[in-house]
């Protein structure tokens, strides 16, 4: 398998390693609302010259499938970048001496965000990826029907040198939420473009794992988690969700009724309005996963990064449960219930990830963000990692790992305001805090039992 990434920004020339939410009438968490915001792309790379693009800020809106379509649905965690320089951009600017160019708001003709060399490289993953994940499977769990799915898949993999991933070869599926492969959902230009991203994030990370798109037939609980039931009863062992909303005393029952898998490690986007719970990722039996901005650094470990946050009510999700049981692996004292996050991973537009979709935009390539980048990430250091204990909830696994060099410790940002009592739940430190968990992925050692 060839692992050559075109574009990609190694500035240091080396390889290192190569449902409803709650009841119906819950009010829903909705990732920006379609407004767009500003960022500065902050990255630790001087740009090549002082040209003014090479000064422009990211900007980006919330993708259509966070506005739910009806009552009771719930919101996809994405943004799409359009317009500025991106952090990818300006450390290939710094790579090749040449100004960085700004994105445009229209699809670009090449990659404008991270690539799978750049994600595997900052988490420790080249040498996993290149030979582990061959025969596992990763389940992606979103609402209504994507057409292009396995084409604009393939026009990734393509890019990015990465095998085919086919319905022919049997790499690639594509069903609904009862496993029909004929029988799908209504398509839905906004939720296609979730789609793509979580596709193309878990090829980067797992280039060598299988891939099963399960689409629900709407975007509520009962439709999403039914999706995760028919995802586990198939066989898959990482089911990626990137949706949430309000938390609701029927918690604990959408818990046992569609999240309680052990043996199979969920995970689950932690949200994209700042500091507050949401569900699912407030499950005690999922692994939630934070955000954080990655850039290129001069340190060891090549890369630095902190706590997604660009507003108040933008960036990364955490909080303390209102509902779900504390699971016993989590001993932080300033939260009685489930605390979120476990871990974490690129989540800021600004540093964001190069996807490419087709479906009811112009085809090309986008740069996204949110917290259902971060998702599907981590669900490839699982895979990566190897099949959980039959027994087991994985969410533990980096639990296990804490303080070692397993993880990547987030020590600086925040993402709101709470308790001084317990400001670890939106406030980064050294060891465990609620923005980004343990930590990130530096290798896979974390993510297996």
Same mark, same amino acid.
């Given at each position: ?46 740009? @090549? ?335 990566? @990692? ?64």
């Amino acid at each position: 398998m060839r692992t050559t990434t075109p574009d990609s920004p190694h500035i240091r020339g080396r390889w290192r390693r190569a449902g409803a939410a709650g009841a119906a009438t819950a009010a829903l968490l909705f990732a920006g609302l379609g407004t767009a915001t500003q960022a500065d792309a902050t990255t630790t790379a001087a740009p @090549a010259a002082s040209s003014k693009a090479a000064s422009a800020k990211v900007t980006w809106a919330a993708t259509p499938c966070a506005t739910p379509k009806h009552k009771g649905e719930l919101a996809c965690d994405s943004f799409r970048v359009t317009g500025g320089t991106t952090a990818f951009q300006k450390a290939r600017a710094a790579e090749t001496g040449k100004a960085a160019k700004v994105t445009p708001k229209a699809a670009a003709a090449g990659p404008t965000g991270f690539g799978p060399s750049d994600l595997q490289d900052a988490y420790g993953l080249t040498s996993a990826a290149a030979s582990n994940g061959s025969g596992e499977t990763i389940a992606i769990v979103d609402a209504y029907d994507d057409p292009n799915a396995e084409a604009d898949l393939a026009k990734y993999r393509s890019y990015y040198g990465l095998d085919a991933c086919t319905t022919s070869n049997g790499c690639f599926t594509k069903i609904s939420q009862t496993g029909s492969t004929t029988s799908l959902p209504a398509a839905d230009s906004g939720w296609a473009e979730e789609e793509s991203l979580d596709l193309d994030m878990a090829s980067a990370v797992c280039p060598q794992c299988n891939i099963m798109l399960v689409e629900a037939k709407s975007a509520t609980t009962a439709n999403l988690g039914t999706a995760v039931n028919e995802a586990v009863a198939l066989g898959a062992k990482y089911v990626s969700n990137s949706y949430g909303g309000s938390e609701s005393s029927s918690d604990s029952t959408y818990d046992t009724k569609y999240y309680k898998h052990p043996g199979v490690a969920i995970t689950v986007s932690a949200g994209d309005e700042g500091y507050g719970a949401e569900y699912p990722a407030a499950s005690r039996y999922v692994t939630a996963v934070g955000g954080t901005a990655l850039s290129t650094s001069s340190n060891s470990r090549g890369w630095t990064e902190s706590v997604w946050n660009t507003s108040s009510t933008e960036g990364t999700g955490s909080g303390c449960s209102s509902y779900d049981t504390k699971p016993s692996w989590q001993t932080d004292t300033g939260c009685a219930k489930r605390t979120i996050a476990d871990v974490s991973a690129v989540a800021d537009p600004a540093t964001g990830v190069s996807v490419y979709d087709s479906y009811g935009v112009t085809a090309g390539w986008y740069t996204f963000g949110g917290t259902s980048a971060s998702a599907p990430i981590i669900a490839g250091v699982y895979a990566l @990692a190897g099949t959980p204990g039959s027994g087991d909830y994985p969410a533990e696994y980096p639990y296990e790992s804490a303080g070692t060099s397993a993880l990547n410790d987030v020590t600086s940002g925040s993402n709101g305001s709470c308790s001084s009592s317990a400001s670890y739940l939106c406030t980064a430190r050294s060891g465990y805090d609620g923005p980004t968990g343990w930590g990130t992925p530096e290798g896979t050692d974390a993510f297996t039992g």
